[in-house]
């Protein structure tokens, strides 16, 4: 079988188990090399692209093919088998040597390769995000490790944002300098010139950042990013975990989108899951039998959870409008009070044109906030009061629920960056994370908001006794 994929591999057939997604001039198609087309493929060219990359996230959602059930149904069928059988023998031949597939008559195989539940979320993604196909994964992480270890390959480089989730932070500084050689160099993203410092024209394969960062709030400068990494022939790869619909990196010149749909896009703290979006080429290299992370590694997404997604993916603009407008009511409200609120939508927040200008319109500044309490101690004591006394919010890591989740970002999502380096990152021991959510009423939440911080301070009496305590004790010295 192998000698056969590989005929096909040589020639310019498309192959559905390696290419179900037609290539129309995102990536370079006859370019098969084991990085995915990395180093030396073309970049996107705008007419290719403009009518989707163009399009409202929402609008282009709702454009997508609808998916119907079996027998007609509104909602589609879930297809849970993971193998498919064949009426014909010779039909099995056919399938493994690209003849037939999901593209060519509707046929499958086995559901790590193609499951037709899973390829119709894949399908809504990469409407969603402009892109010219999507890949849906069994995790935010599995998405990140898979995008990295096919584009960059054994010995090669990145330029990374020193602010990222911890977990992507030790992929890079821990995890593949060590199983691959792969070496990571961390820089002030909102620095241009210290990015170009960093990339080495071929060497550097991946320009690595968060959309808005996780958990200081930066906001990327992506065009400027694409342009850095698209002269130095490397790819510019952006999490956009934080921005479902906010914002749309493709559009903006990424070449890549991940997500951990665990978080927004799937809205119910139920499902762990995630998707790549990008070029059509990215995702068949991906999925090449013999050379594809994707394919070889086998992070799959259950049909079962596809379809879940599926049927929230068409209101996650009306929830993004509104976890964006409570959280802006709420960051506004907060630095009122005098504490020290870092949010996008804030006009002195540093990066709040740069979002404002390159954010989808009518979607906000996105759900995230954060408060800086100074001290891990104040922050836990506030979270507590939060949680344990008025019912604001759950202390819980994770984010894009209905309900309002915070943490302490140093000792949790950000506990696996050396100290040294959260330093670096501008995160304070005291940064209190939250992910606004919609339930109850904005004023009935912001009640108990400041209920909760009433109770970082001692009451009035207890004030009067401890300054007569002290006066007492001055007197007793004279």
Request: charged content about 20%; glycine content about 10%; overall charge neutral.
């Amino acid at each position: 079988m192998a000698q056969a994929m590989a005929a096909v591999v040589a020639s310019d057939l498309v192959t559905p188990l390696k290419r179900p997604f037609p290539n129309d001039g995102l990536g370079d198609e006859n370019n098969n090399n084991n990085n995915g087309g990395a180093p030396d493929e073309k970049p996107p060219q705008p007419r290719a692209v403009a009518r989707r990359r163009d399009a409202d996230p929402a609008t282009a959602l709702a454009a997508a093919r609808h998916e119907f059930g079996e027998h007609g149904g509104v909602n589609m069928s879930i297809e849970a088998s993971a193998t498919f059988t064949v009426m014909e023998p010779d039909t099995m031949r056919r399938l493994f040597a690209g003849e037939l597939g999901p593209d060519r008559g509707d046929m499958y195989i086995y559901s790590r390769h193609f499951n037709p539940t899973v390829l119709a979320l894949g399908r809504q993604m990469a409407a969603l995000e402009g892109t010219e196909a999507a890949y849906c994964t069994a995790s935010g992480m599995s998405a990140i490790s898979a995008v990295l270890m096919q584009l960059v390959g054994a010995g090669g480089h990145v330029v990374a944002s020193r602010c990222l989730y911890g977990g992507t932070h030790a992929l890079l500084s821990r995890f593949l300098p060590r199983v691959s050689g792969v070496t990571a160099t961390f820089v002030d993203a909102d620095d241009e010139a210290a990015v170009r410092a960093a990339v080495r024209p071929g060497v550097t394969r991946v320009v690595y950042v968060e959309t808005v960062s996780n958990p200081t709030l930066a906001v990327a400068d992506v065009p400027m990013l694409a342009r850095v990494a698209h002269e130095a022939g490397a790819k510019l790869v952006v999490d956009n975990t934080f921005t479902p619909v906010v914002v749309s990196p493709a559009r903006l010149g990424a070449d890549v989108v991940v997500h951990s749909v665990s978080k927004f896009i799937s809205g119910g703290a139920d499902i762990i899951a995630g998707a790549i979006c990008g070029p059509a080429s990215l995702v068949n290299a991906m999925m090449d039998l013999q050379d594809g992370a994707l394919m070889l590694l086998g992070p799959t997404m259950n049909a079962k959870v596809a379809f879940e997604l599926s049927e929230r993916l068409p209101h996650l603009p009306l929830r993004m409008q509104e976890h964006s407008r409570r959280a802006l009511a709420f960051a506004t409200r907060m630095q009122g009070l005098g504490l020290r609120v870092a949010y996008p939508g804030l006009p002195d927040h540093p990066h709040h044109a740069r979002l404002a200008a390159v954010g989808n319109p009518g979607h906000g500044f996105g759900g995230m906030l954060c408060v800086d309490m100074g001290t891990e101690d104040r922050a836990n004591r506030l979270m507590h009061h939060l949680q344990n006394t008025t019912q604001f919010g759950l202390m819980a890591v994770s984010l894009g629920y209905y309900e309002t989740l915070m943490s302490c970002s140093g000792s949790s999502t950000s506990s696996e960056m050396p100290p040294e380096d959260r330093a670096r990152a501008g995160i304070s021991p005291g940064l209190v994370r939250m992910s606004v959510g919609y339930n109850g009423t904005l004023e009935q939440r912001w009640a108990q908001f400041e209920r909760a911080l009433a109770l970082m301070q001692p009451p009035q009496h207890q004030l009067k006794a401890a300054a007569d305590r002290d006066a007492d004790a001055a007197g007793r010295k004279h």
